[in-house]
């Protein structure tokens, strides 16, 4: 059983800054693509950054220049730095991998529970 494990959540003012963790637990052979999304209350679930084994990173118009996504391959850990929060940016985050279960299988989507990022004054 694979289980991602979220952090980083929380209230924050309009400018302030949070930093959220995703980690990849259980019995696995790597993990491919990572990446958050998000979705407020209302509305679809939409990228907000993703990043792949070669570093390369993807990110939602929204957040272009204020969010940078960063992993940490041997820790199976993918990291989002959150700057110039604004009240639109309030939302559950979640978090996603694709899991390979084994070298030869197909990669599985894996989704977290999601974390609560409110930016309020």
């Known amino acids: 059983q694979v289980q991602l494990v979220e952090s980083g959540g929380g209230l924050v003012q309009p400018g302030g800054s949070l930093r959220l963790s995703c980690a990849a637990f259980?019995?696995?052979?790597?993990?491919?693509?990572m990446g958050w999304y998000r979705q407020a209350p209302g509305q679809q679930r939409e990228l907000v950054a993703s990043?792949?084994?070669?570093?390369?990173?993807k990110y939602g118009d929204s957040v272009k220049g204020r969010f940078t996504i960063s992993r940490d391959v041997a820790k199976n850990t993918v990291y989002l730095q959150m700057n110039n929060l604004r009240p639109e940016d309030t939302a559950v985050y979640y978090c996603h991998a694709e899991i390979l279960r084994t070298e030869l299988s197909p990669a599985n989507d894996k989704w977290g529970p999601g974390t609560q990022v409110t930016v309020s004054s």
């Open positions: 990043i792949t084994l070669g570093d390369i990173t």
């Open positions: 259980g019995l696995f052979f790597a993990v491919k693509d």
